[in-house]
């Protein structure tokens, strides 16, 4: 549809999101005629916005109101900004202090770095820590604990130890369990615990079982998660319905959904970095955030390892802000841990 927008229909589009972001409030034709000093008259303004609402692009919380941004307005938005990738400031200034101050000590950074990143952009911040690559499985073994219910456990070259509860819809019979355990050792022994499980049972309790498997050692082998600012969300006005807050809160306390929101924001594979981008809404899949914006970029320590940096926040953020602190902190971040690692 934005290739059918003329480049008037895409101008009001943006400069609505752009008040909005300023003032979170509805926005007018008259307040646009008058900030934006766009060069057509009110009612012309009125008349594209009724067509971008027709369109999806914006919404009119009641009648005499003026419109609101949907998502698509605010994609239109970011797709059409164009940050420098540095704030060439004493926020730059500041972050490379502090990293500084905590070269040698990598988890330091790591947790310094999501304060750092929430502090100014007064959003929750997420800071991935590189991918752990090292350990291989050395045992593997699964046990039913009720029909539905099947205990994962296993243990790594380095001595860890580790369990995961896995809980399927579909009930499971214990010799399918043993089955499944066979091929699994099989497969990963040796392996790193994110390997790759190339199973496909034709039963759907298997399917749930190998599921749940695959995504504990999914999150056994991902780098720890570092999240600080929550309770910046209690500022934003868009989550004073405590239903709406209460979902975002609990996809903040989840470390596997932060990883999947930066990780599909950035758009990477694994052992790749990539530049700051946004995605906005249902964009990035997870659904407790969907009421959310995500902007972040992943960095590289070397060429094995790669972590994340990101913020959350409403739809209705400051993405300049965000995507140009997101690529400061993501470079700075991956030059400090690779010093430490140097040293």
């Not at 692009?57 to 998502?71: D, F, I, K, N, V």
């Not at 730059?92 to 790591?110: D, H």
């Not at 790594?156 to 579909?170: T, Y």
């Not at 899949?285 to 969907?290: D, T």
């Amino acid at each position: 549809m934005v290739g059918d927008l003329t480049d008037r229909q895409q101008t009001i589009a943006s400069a609505v999101v752009s008040e909005h972001i300023r003032t979170a409030l509805p926005v007018g034709s008259e307040t646009l005629v008058t900030r934006r000093e766009l060069k057509c008259s009110s009612a012309t303004i009125r008349n594209e916005m009724v067509r971008l609402e027709r369109w999806g692009y914006l919404e009119q919380p009641h009648t005499s109101a003026g419109r609101l941004p949907l998502p698509p307005a605010y994609r239109l938005y970011v797709n059409s900004l164009h940050t420098a990738g540095d704030r060439l400031s004493r926020d730059v200034a500041w972050v490379q202090g502090e990293l500084r101050r905590v070269a040698g000590r990598p988890e330091a950074a790591l947790r310094l770095g999501s304060g750092i990143l929430s502090r100014i952009t007064r959003y929750p911040a997420i800071v991935v820590a590189p991918r752990r690559r090292g350990p291989r499985l050395i045992d593997l073994s699964l046990t039913p604990i009720s029909a539905n219910n099947v205990l994962l456990s296993w243990l790594d070259d380095l001595g860890s130890n580790e369990e995961a509860l896995i809980e399927a819809q579909a009930p499971i019979r214990a010799d399918r369990v043993k089955e499944i355990e066979a091929q699994l050792r099989e497969q990963l022994l040796g392996q790193s615990p994110a390997g790759s499980i190339e199973l496909t049972p034709d039963d759907k309790a298997g399917r749930e079982l190998l599921s749940g498997v695959r995504e504990a050692l999914e999150e056994a082998g991902s780098g720890q998660v570092y999240v600080e600012g929550a309770a910046f969300m209690l500022d934003q006005p868009e989550f004073e319905e405590i239903d709406r807050l209460r979902r975002v809160m609990s996809g903040l306390t989840q470390s596997p959904l932060l990883r999947r929101a930066l990780a599909t924001a950035t758009g990477r594979g694994r052992g790749e970095a990539s530049p700051a981008a946004a995605s906005i809404g249902h964009e990035h899949g997870v659904e407790e955030l969907r009421d959310c914006s995500v902007v972040a970029a992943s960095y590289s320590v070397d060429e094995r390892k790669t972590g994340a940096v990101g913020v959350v926040g409403p739809m209705r953020m400051d993405y300049v802000l965000a995507l140009e602190m997101v690529t400061t902190l993501a470079r700075n971040l991956g030059q400090a841990l690779a010093r430490s690692m140097d040293k």
